[in-house]
T-cell receptor
Framework: AQSVTQLGSHVSVSEGALVLLRCNYS??????LFWYVQYPNQGLQLLLK??????LVKGINGFEAEFKKSETSFHLTKPSAHMSDAAEYFC????????????FGKGTTLSVSS | DGGITQSPKYLFRKEGQNVTLSCEQN?????MYWYRQDPGQGLRLIYY???????QKGDIAEGYSVSREKKESFPLTVTSAQKNPTAFYLC?????????????FGPGTRLTVT
């Protein structure tokens, strides 16, 4: 069965510092992987997705993630945090069949201090 | 603009009453989903529908019901049998493009039952 583990329910960084949000997955087949961002009382917005075309995926707002099959990881990074990055971030996995639901991690709340 | 609408944004009900949450999409997506979000628990799948007039239970379907009479609409009814209905409810839709079943989310409905 698929599952997603996000290490750290809360991450705090200073403005301008590196952001690293961790995600590990389990899947019996090559997965599709996603990172979503959620601002308070809003829906989820797609940041980026891995679809096997390239292991380093660039997304919106300066975020990127690297797929490492040997580590079953898909960590999200951003070189320099901005105050507007403060939000909740979700990693999700799919085995890619049409119409199947995503499996989400429990989320990581990112706080950015000035 | 294409997108997913959920109404209302906030909903208050008395315990013992059924309540229906609306979800409409104009993206021409085949699949639609309902998730429940509670603090620290991520998103949990309630029901999903791959095509009109067909739907499947997700991980936490007890106390909920859905219908899919039109491609654009996927309403969720929270029945009095749902023991803890207060939560944030998110609707999503997707279309298969061969690249991972990326889901698009609505803005959510926050339901409070007292």
């Amino acid at each position: 069965a698929q599952s997603v583990t996000q290490l750290g329910s809360h991450v705090s960084v200073s403005e301008g510092a590196l952001v690293l949000l961790r995600c590990n997955y389990s899947s019996s087949v090559p997965p599709y992987l996603f990172w979503y961002v959620q601002y308070p009382n809003q829906g989820l917005q797609l940041l980026l997705k891995y679809t096997s075309a390239a292991t380093l995926v660039k997304g919106i707002n300066g975020f990127e993630a690297e797929f490492k099959k040997s580590e079953t990881s898909f960590h999200l990074t951003k070189p320099s945090a901005h105050m507007s990055d403060a939000a909740e971030y979700f990693c999700a996995v799919s085995e890619g069949q049409a119409g199947t639901a995503l499996i989400f991690g429990k989320g990581t709340t990112l706080s950015v201090s000035s | 603009d294409g997108g997913i609408t959920q109404s209302p944004k906030y909903l208050f009900r008395k315990e013992g009453q059924n309540v229906t949450l609306s979800c409409e999409q104009n993206l021409n997506h085949d699949a639609m989903y309902w998730y429940r979000q509670d603090p620290g628990q991520g998103l949990r799948l309630i029901y999903y529908s791959q095509i009109v007039n067909d739907f499947q239970k997700g991980d936490i379907a007890e106390g909920y019901s859905v219908s899919r009479e039109k491609k654009e609409s996927f309403p969720l009814t929270v029945t009095s049998a749902q023991k803890n209905p207060t939560a944030f409810y998110l609707c999503a839709s997707s279309i298969w493009r061969g690249d991972g079943n990326e889901q698009y989310f609505g803005p959510g409905t926050r339901l409070t039952v007292t």
